[in-house]
């Protein structure tokens, strides 16, 4: 179990220096993990990692459950990219100060990478090959039906497997005995990748680990549809209904997201094995890690995607039958996260009997300050952090909400009034100004000094930034590209963000969260 500790949320696709491309890579966290003990804060909470298609920015639609999204390999750290080859992509990358398409940005980044595997594949020496080898090996329980996926999905030009032809798609051995061997340059390269992006990532890991500061990942609920999971499990999904959540304050007829259904009997008939191993190598990566959209487990709310009218329905329907589930698939979950920390994000439309169960089975859950309220209550009163359980983390918002300067923005004066009154700021504050820091600093030091054993709020909360990471239910360009708004370097010599960074130290050190 984790100490009382402090973090930061930031996805690792905002960390920002100054000689980047216009996207955080690997070994940005570098300097992320010496600026988060400069807080006095202890935790970095990640987004998923996971690969994505060169046109989907979201981390909850990803072609693998497993790999690690090459595009966050630092380029300037592996061998075969010369500087003037580096030089040209920084160059072409245009303005550091604007946002790169990601569009652009795969393209720089492949032609790198592109680089290192000639260079590998013609020079590499002998203990190099072993090296890789023996990260193949460690790994076959994913890597071999993710490095052929990849190979697949260039060969078909990016088609969905449901596309390939029918011997492929539903893996005949045949067609996938003759793909490994036609393919096998391709399936190489996608496998060195992987190589790459976990050697960087041991290297943070153990740079943090030396430093008392704790990496969290995000188990995210799903694979895309078009993914090596669901393509390599086909029975353990339902491909003719997909996922999505019912009507709630993001949405009033409820969310489609398009992610594949579990095929629940297929998961509980092998133990759910691809929980099982996702969580095994989530331990390989992280220190804690936050269990997306956890009532899912418990029920899963689909909806048929060929039928626009379809209400949806959640599966299993009975209540028990639900917790029976939820909790078979935590345990499992639990048996191999060893001492890597579980949080769930128990979030949206979420029974009461969920947060009990995960109560009972030692997990914390999510207080997100502007949602805990008496909802029965004359007013709906806020509920004053000082209430909320150990067993939790409390926080601002999440990478779905609003930055809380916008919040506070956009409340009217009676409800800044009762959170004032809930967190016991009454004639401290004034309530009628724009969200300035010294009223932040009361809000987060009496969110910090609540019994909950996390505080980990989004990094734009702690410094009373207004950009968002992303707006649920929408289609945007800004939404999963936010960057810091100016890089390390800058930070470590800026007067603004020095004075923030001691008044957020005070705040760890008076509420014992250092």
């Given at each position: ?11 690792l696709?905002?960390l920002r ?9 690997i070994?940005?966290?570098?300097a992320?993990i ?7 804060h202890?935790?970095?909470?990640l ?10 920015a979201?981390p ?27 030089r040209r ?9 604007r ?10 980044k492949?032609?790198?990478?592109e ?5 590998f594949?013609?020079?590499a020496r002998a203990r190099?090959?072993?090296a890789l080898d023996?990260?193949?090996g460690?790994?076959a ?16 030009v990016?088609r969905?497997w449901e596309e390939?032809?029918d011997?492929l798609?539903?893996?005949?051995q ?6 490994r061997?036609?393919l096998a340059?391709?399936i190489?390269k ?6 790459l ?8 890991r153990?740079?943090?680990g ?5 990496i969290g990942?995000?188990?995210a609920?799903s694979?895309?549809?078009d ?8 029975q ?5 209904r997909?996922i999505g959540?019912?009507p709630d ?8 997201w398009g992610?594949?259904m ?6 509980r ?5 691809i929980w099982?191993s996702?969580?095994?190598h989530?331990?390989?990566l992280?220190?804690l890690?936050r269990?997306d959209?956890?009532?899912?487990l ?6 048929g995607p060929a039928d626009?009218?379809?209400?949806g ?8 039958e639900?917790?029976?589930q939820g909790e ?9 996260a060893g001492?890597m ?7 949206g439309?979420?029974?009461p009997?969920?947060r ?16 805990e309220?008496?909802w029965n209550?004359?007013?709906?009163p806020?509920i ?5 359980p150990e ?7 999440t990478?779905d ?6 919040w506070?923005?956009d409340?009217?004066?009676?409800e800044?009034?009762r959170?004032?009154k ?6 401290r504050?004034n ?6 820091m010294?009223v932040l600093?009361e809000?987060l ?6 019994p909950?054993?996390l ?5 734009q909360?702690?410094?009373?930034w207004t950009?968002r990471i992303?707006?649920p239910?929408?289609v945007?360009e800004?939404n999963?590209?936010?960057r810091l708004?100016i890089p390390?370097?800058?930070?470590a010599?800026?007067h603004?963000i020095?004075?923030r ?6 705040i760890a050190i008076?509420?014992?969260r250092i």
């Open positions: 179990m984790l100490q009382r500790s402090a973090g930061i949320l930031i996805p696709f905002s220096s100054a000689d980047d491309f216009g996207r955080g890579e070994m940005q966290m570098k992320m010496d600026f988060t003990i400069s807080l006095g202890r935790v970095i909470q987004l998923p990692l996971d690969e994505t298609a060169p046109g989907e979201s909850y639609s990803a072609l693998t459950l497993f790999a690690l999204d090459p595009l966050y390999i630092s380029a300037a750290e592996i061998a075969g990219v010369g500087r003037m080859a580096l992509a920084r160059k072409n990358a245009g303005d550091p100060a946002k790169i398409s990601r569009e652009r940005y795969v393209t720089l492949k032609e790198l990478l680089r290192a595997f000639e260079t594949a013609s020079r190099e090959r072993r023996d990260f193949i460690e790994n329980y994913w890597i071999h039906d993710y490095a052929l996926f990849r190979a697949l999905k260039d060969h078909f990016f969905s390939w032809p011997d798609a539903r893996r005949e045949s067609a996938i005995a003759s793909a061997r036609d340059q391709s190489h996608y496998a060195y990748f992987q190589f992006a976990h050697q960087q990532w041991k290297s943070i153990d740079y943090a030396e430093r008392g500061v704790y990942g995000d188990l609920f694979p895309g549809r993914s090596d999971v669901v393509w390599a499990h086909q353990s999904f339902d491909l003719t997909s959540t019912p304050a993001f949405s009033e007829t409820g969310q489609r992610l594949p579990p095929n629940w009997a297929a998961m008939a092998d133990g759910f094995e099982r996702r969580t095994r989530a331990r390989t992280y220190d890690v269990i959209h956890v009532v899912g418990y029920r899963t709310f689909s909806f626009p009218h379809d209400q329905k959640f599966t299993p329907e009975d209540e028990a639900q917790r029976a078979a698939v935590i345990r499992a979950i639990k048996d191999e001492e920390q579980l949080i769930a994000e128990d979030l439309t979420v029974p009997w969920v009990k169960s995960l109560t009972d089975l030692g997990i914390p859950g999510y207080k997100v300050m502007q949602w309220r008496d209550a004359p007013d709906q806020f004053n952090p000082a209430q909320y067993l939790s983390l409390a926080t601002t918002g990478h909400t609003e930055a809380l300067t916008l506070w923005r409340q009217p004066i009676e800044r009034a959170l004032a809930a967190f016991n700021l009454d004639g504050v309530i009628r100004a724009p969200l300035g010294p600093n809000i030091r009496t969110l910090y000094a609540a909950s054993i505080t980990v709020l989004p990094i909360d702690l410094f009373g950009a992303n707006l239910g929408s945007s800004s999963w590209t936010y708004p390390f370097e800058r930070m010599t800026s603004a020095q004075s960074v001691h008044d957020l130290k005070e008076g509420t014992k």
